[in-house]
């Protein structure tokens, strides 16, 4: 197998496989993510959600990544495991703070942010700017979240049907991470019209 097709089946840059080989690098893991945890830190998290396998109940993946999250607060190494608090923190913060630069709301000139949920210290800040933010009931999203109501089933249905016309024109292949970006760049286009937003708040109401 060559470089380039090597790198194309595992996702590897070739510059990369070739470090590898020639024995550089050799304390990197292959692919663009890094490990979170040092291999006896990892052992040590295995050992613990084993001891969770004789109950009935197990553990779901939102438990594995509480206990990943505590694991690495306890030894001080960052991570992203816990997205709920980064987003509900400091990030959203963050992301409020660049809204507000680009949406220019005032308290004379409110703005509406619609938001799954937040955390209650972003909200004197949001006051003080003349953002006013709407919170989602929980299980109610696909009812309320316009995009959820009208722009992800048009984007789906136009992205089905591109990728529908390229194997109609392509036989005998296959849709790869090399044809998805062309592909969803031509249905996005679609779906995302003025139209359809301004019908996503009258469906929901808001």
């Known amino acids: 197998m060559g470089w380039l097709r090597a790198s194309k089946t595992f996702g590897v840059p070739q510059a990369t496989l070739r470090r590898k080989s020639q024995g550089n690098d050799k304390d990197k893991e292959l692919g663009r993510y890094q490990t979170t945890f040092a291999t006896d830190q990892e052992t040590d998290l295995v050992n613990h959600i ?9 553990l779901i993946s939102n438990d594995i990544r509480k206990l990943s999250s505590k694991l690495a607060v306890r030894n001080g190494i960052d991570n992203r495991f816990n997205k709920e608090t980064k987003m509900a923190g400091e990030l959203f913060l963050h992301w409020l703070k660049h809204f507000k630069k680009h949406a220019n709301p005032s308290p ?3 703005v509406l942010v619609l938001v799954d949920r937040h955390s209650s210290h972003v909200l004197s800040y949001a006051k003080e700017t003349g ?4 919170s989602f009931h929980p299980h109610c999203t696909h009812r309320l979240q316009s995009l959820d109501v009208t722009f992800f089933a048009p984007l789906k249905t136009f992205y089905n049907q591109e990728v529908s016309k390229w194997l109609r024109t392509h036989p005998g292949r296959v849709v790869t991470q090399y044809q998805t970006a062309t592909l969803f760049s031509e249905t996005y286009g679609k779906a995302a019209t003025n139209q359809n937003a301004v019908s996503g708040f009258a469906k929901t109401e808001i």
């Open 50 to 58: 084993k001891t969770f396998e004789s109950s009935p109940f197990g």
């Open 108 to 110: 004379e000139k409110k």
């Open 131 to 134: 953002i006013v933010m709407m």
